[in-house]
């Protein structure tokens, strides 16, 4: 039997809904969740001893975390491996910038302004970079943590670009015609990085990405918030239990090297 | 009876009186602006590395500077460091340093399609660099034809700038340059420094006179005012010493040398011309009443003290008096903003070995 916590943001909630499902696929792995909401979470500490303790703003905070878990902190020491969800090596501002300007070698899409595609992967560099210097703030040393990024968002959050930009600026990236190559470019740059870090590395099912740095919107439908309930509709970044079997299956088969009982 | 024409005048004409026994550096009255920048004139910045800090400090106190090649403020706030080694919100467009007044002139006469640079594209390593500006793409790009695309839509976006600005902020950097010896294309470095490679059958070297100077500032301001009549120009001299000099002297008098040749040209124009103001921030650096206490250890990196001296002068004279350079963060400099700024001519303390 092996013990698998998930820890992390919200994020953690579609693999909870997903427990069952992959228990029943899965039988040796026995799998615990420790979730809060992100600023929480990517701002908490891995102590010397090795227990996680979230970064807690007010009581409030402190509240929730316990009525989620049952307790405030976590010993990461009793497990075999930690599924860490919840850094966002986020390619937003890239998608932030091809708002406005092409990419020198690549496609003319009539932008009044060109970057080179240099300057795109440094930014890329630089923005692994910085988050990456928050996963190793927070985590440290490695203890057989397995990092993946929170989902890509929902290609459906194109429903929303009139009234949010951000939702406008996501959305046509994932259509850009550049974005494979730097989506293919920021893969490799958040893979090494971590890799480089000490830790594994699980990269967001393929089958489950329907554009670069975009979910198929299937696994955004029904997602749940980690304090119970579902998202709001408009949330199109948070999955549901299909996506967090996915992600489970991905570290049994792709990390654990674990073959479904069910096979 | 004549009395002295010295008498009654200003406490600043006399020594003692105008700095001495001034407590405070620089003292008051240093500058005296010859007219009024609104908020809202567009104003264009070009010049030497010096001029990286000028127009950052006239962009943080709300002036209207103009950026015809912007990134998204999302990029532009969170990868300042990065956007600025690519050549982005250094100046008005992202032509990068521009050292002599020669280069700045070549730039704007290109721009209007007058003037076509000699051997505009340099090679190292196999990549590609724009000769009139090769620190803006750090690693270069990856075809001759990639550069020439970059540089004409370059081109369109100095002529909006240009189309757009009231006001020209220039600060003059060298006399020194390297040029193309048959055509007289002045480039921002030597050739080998950044890129392409040194033949002294092409490129030769060449120290501006002040006469030369003079004339390139008058073509210059002949094809700006037939854009717009009522442009005005505010000069500056940096205080920043020469890296190096292929001058032939030692390289402290071919600085004091430079400056002073650069400072007379600044001072004529300012003389002879109501549209020319002139700003001495090359004084409040260099002169020796600051006993070089705003330069790094170095002796020619300006410290933040430096800038923030310079440009409570500067905003004391256009409005900007509600703005204390000690304490407001609006315009203090960065503990490692001299190390963002980007100045190739730093490159070649490199080759210094």
Excluded at chain 1, 49 to 54: I, Y
Aim: charged residues 20%; proline residues 6%; negative net charge.
């Amino acid at each position: 039997m092996s013990r698998l916590l998930v820890l992390g943001s919200s994020h953690v909630a579609a693999m909870k809904q997903a427990a069952g499902a992959f228990c029943a696929e899965c039988r040796d792995i026995e799998l615990s969740f420790f979730a809060m909401a992100a600023p929480n979470f990517r701002l908490g500490r891995v102590g010397k001893r090795g227990v996680f303790a979230p970064h807690l703003r007010s009581r409030v905070d402190r509240d929730f975390i316990e009525n989620v878990n049952g307790a405030r902190t976590i010993d990461l020491t009793t497990f075999d491996h930690i599924l860490v969800v919840g850094f966002r090596f986020s390619l937003s501002d890239l998608a932030w910038l091809l708002m406005d300007h092409d990419i020198l070698e690549g496609s003319d899409t009539g932008k009044a302004l060109h970057c080179s595609e240099a300057f795109a992967q440094a930014c890329i560099d630089q923005l692994v970079a910085r988050e990456l210097s928050l996963v190793t703030n927070c985590l440290g040393q490695n203890r057989n943590y397995i990092l993946t990024d929170a989902p890509y968002p929902a290609v459906s959050i194109a429903a929303r670009s009139e009234e949010y930009a951000p939702a406008r600026a996501l959305s046509a990236f994932m259509a850009h015609p550049d974005a494979p190559v730097l989506f293919e470019y920021w893969q490799k740059a958040v893979s090494s990085a971590v890799e480089g870090a000490g830790y594994r590395w699980l990269p967001q099912p393929a089958d489950t990405v329907a554009a670069p740095f975009g979910t198929n919107a299937d696994f955004s439908r029904d997602a749940a918030h980690i304090g119970g309930g579902g998202m709001d509709t408009a949330d199109h970044r948070h999955m549901n239990a299909d996506f967090g079997l996915k992600m489970l299956q991905a570290v049994s088969m792709d990390i654990l090297e674990n073959v479904p009982d069910t096979a | 009876m004549t009395s002295s024409p010295y008498e009654g005048l200003e406490p600043g004409a006399f020594w003692r009186t105008g700095v001495s026994e001034v407590r405070r550096f620089p003292p008051a009255g240093l500058y005296q602006a010859r007219f009024a920048i609104p908020r809202d004139l567009p104003v264009l910045t070009a010049g030497s590395c010096f001029a990286q800090h000028v127009g950052r400090a006239l962009v943080r106190n709300g002036f209207n500077v103009i950026d015809t090649e912007p990134l998204p403020d999302r990029i532009a706030n969170r990868y300042v460091a990065l956007s600025q080694k690519f050549g982005y919100g250094l100046y008005s467009a992202r032509y990068g340093n521009i050292y002599t007044m020669r280069q700045f002139l070549q730039l704007l006469r290109e721009s209007q399609g007058v003037f076509e640079p000699a051997e505009p594209v340099w090679e190292r390593d196999g990549r590609f660099f724009d000769a009139m500006r090769p620190s803006v793409e750090p690693a270069g790009l990856a075809s001759p034809e990639l550069v020439k695309t970059a540089r004409t839509a370059h081109l369109a976006a100095i002529r909006e700038a240009l189309s757009q600005a009231g006001l020209i902020v220039f600060t003059l950097g060298l006399t020194e340059a390297w040029q193309h010896i048959e055509s007289g294309t002045v480039y921002p470095t030597a050739p080998g420094t950044i890129a392409g490679e040194m033949d002294d059958t092409i490129f030769g070297f060449v120290n501006f006179r002040a006469a030369e100077i003079r004339e390139d500032f008058l073509a210059l301001r002949d094809l700006v005012r037939a854009v717009n009549p009522d442009m005005r120009f505010l000069l500056t001299v940096s205080p920043v010493p020469l890296t190096a000099t292929a001058s032939g002297q030692h390289v402290l008098p071919a600085t004091i040398y430079s400056k002073s040749v650069l400072r007379a040209v600044a001072g004529e124009l300012y003389e002879d011309f109501e549209d020319v103001d002139y700003f001495p921030s090359y004084e409040i650096i260099a002169a020796h009443p600051s006993e070089g206490s705003f330069f790094e250890e170095n002796m020619r990196t300006v410290s933040a003290r430096g800038v923030r001296r310079v440009m409570r002068a500067f905003l004391a004279a256009h409005g900007g008096e509600d703005i204390d350079g000690e304490t407001a963060p609006a315009i203090a400099a960065s503990p490692d903003e001299d190390e963002d700024l980007v100045c190739e001519e730093a490159l070649l303390e490199a080759f210094n070995k």
